[in-house]
């Protein structure tokens, strides 16, 4: 018996909802806009991001690394980032307009950051992916790299979805 070829191609998200969503998370939340926040891959599967150093960002004034700070709250945006993307691509029978619309009631219930090694650097790329997706609560896993590619911090979020 022959089996049948997969029909499952992966999903791609529009030019509209990568660029609402881009929006929303680099211009709209205040707090991203000031950690200099930027999207630079947005995937169902994984997002990834990208922060510029700069002395506003400063956590230890003789050594110029990173704060731990802006560490948590930027490893925390980006998994909720990722929780959008996961349930984004749930509903993609929905126009991407009302897909955005649905990404009002996330919120962080728990996080954890390991802070492996101080944040030097020029700019840090920052990875999120789900874990898993449920009808109330999704869980995350976060990566927070030097330019160097080094792992500098790992964490791991739980947000309320519904």
């Known amino acids: 018996m022959k089996s049948k070829p997969s029909t499952n191609k992966p999903i791609e998200f529009e030019p509209e909802f990568i660029d ?3 929006d929303i998370f680099e211009n709209k939340i205040v707090f991203n806009r000031v950690l200099g926040l930027k999207i630079t891959s947005l995937k169902p599967e994984q ?7 700069k002395p506003e960002l400063v956590g230890h004034f003789s050594h110029a690394r990173l704060h731990g700070g802006v560490i948590s709250a930027a490893l925390d945006a ?4 990722a929780v959008l993307a996961a349930v984004g691509a749930r509903h ?4 991407p307009e009302q897909r955005l619309h649905r990404f ?11 802070y492996l090694r101080p ?6 790329e920052l990875r999120a992916e789900v874990m898993r997706v449920g009808s109330r609560v999704a869980s995350t896993r976060m990566e927070f790299y030097g330019a160097d590619g080094t792992l500098m911090s790992t964490g791991a979020g ?3 979805v519904s």
Do not use: N
């Open 158 to 160: 739980a947000y309320i």
């Open 47 to 53: 997002v990834i991001g990208r922060i510029v150093m």
């Open 104 to 114: 009002g009631k996330l919120g962080t219930i728990d996080l954890r950051i390991d």
């Open 20 to 22: 609402g969503l881009k």
């Open 92 to 95: 993609m029978d929905e126009t």
């Open 78 to 81: 980006l998994g909720g980032l």
């Open 119 to 124: 944040a030097l650097g020029e700019s840090f």
